[in-house]
């Protein structure tokens, strides 16, 4: 496992309403992008930049259900990558000692990570397949202005508006197998609208060839 820190939250494209996730090496030049829903990167923006809302989210009251019990989490890992969908775990602790790992979608896990302070970690092969390397450090501030009354958690994308800072350029693959890979992740993040979209463009770079 590779130690990961958050780089920010960024617009996945200037095409697209909805963000990812930037998680880079503690110790080397790799970058892994994570597509997710707005709600989840209004989470992870207000957990990186200590912001609180007025009232607790869903992530701060699950903070406060386990700081309730004695419980803890101790850390969080992105294990696998399969057909361009992540997956995670989150590891706790009991108030008796008793190790948990649960399963869970990156986004939650990393929000979660942020505020128990606890470590992110992603499996290598995970960086080596879907991750960039850039040797010159992206700007460390999240692009994410989020809420600040904390009050629009009825849907969980309505949280947080996005400014018009783009996401890294990444050029692993080709242009119609990122749309894909990306389509992929949206459906997995539940994120339908963005899904939509890039199928809509999938299908008229495919009608081109």
Do not use: C, W
């Not at 200590?50 to 989210?57: E, G, H, T, V």
């Not at 505020?115 to 397949?129: L, N, T």
């Not at 949206?186 to 339908?192: L, T």
């Amino acid at each position: 496992m590779i130690r990961m820190e958050v780089s920010g939250v960024y617009n996945s494209s200037p095409q697209s309403s909805y963000p990812q996730v930037v998680l880079k090496e503690v110790d080397g030049p790799g970058h892994l992008p994570i597509i997710i829903g707005r709600f989840e990167a209004a989470a992870i923006s207000m957990a990186q930049s200590d912001q609180k809302p007025a009232r607790p989210i869903s992530y701060d009251l699950a903070q406060q259900i386990l700081l309730g019990v004695n419980s803890k989490i101790t850390k969080v890992e992105i294990t696998d990558l399969h057909e361009s969908t992540y997956y995670a775990e989150i590891h706790l602790v009991d108030e008796d000692g008793g190790q948990h790992v649960l399963d869970a979608r990156p986004s939650d896990a990393i929000a979660l990570a942020l505020r128990f302070d606890a470590p992110i970690y992603a499996a290598a092969q995970i960086v080596e397949e879907a991750g960039f390397q850039k040797t010159i450090e992206i700007p460390p501030e999240s692009t994410l202005a989020a809420d600040q009354d904390g009050e629009h958690e009825a849907s969980d994308h309505e949280d947080g508006e996005l400014s018009g800072v783009s996401a890294p350029d990444v050029e692993p693959l080709d242009e119609l197998e990122q749309l894909k890979r990306r389509l992929e992740q949206a459906i997995a993040e539940e994120v339908y609208e963005e899904a939509a979209r890039l199928r809509d463009e999938i299908n008229r770079l495919e009608n081109q060839e």
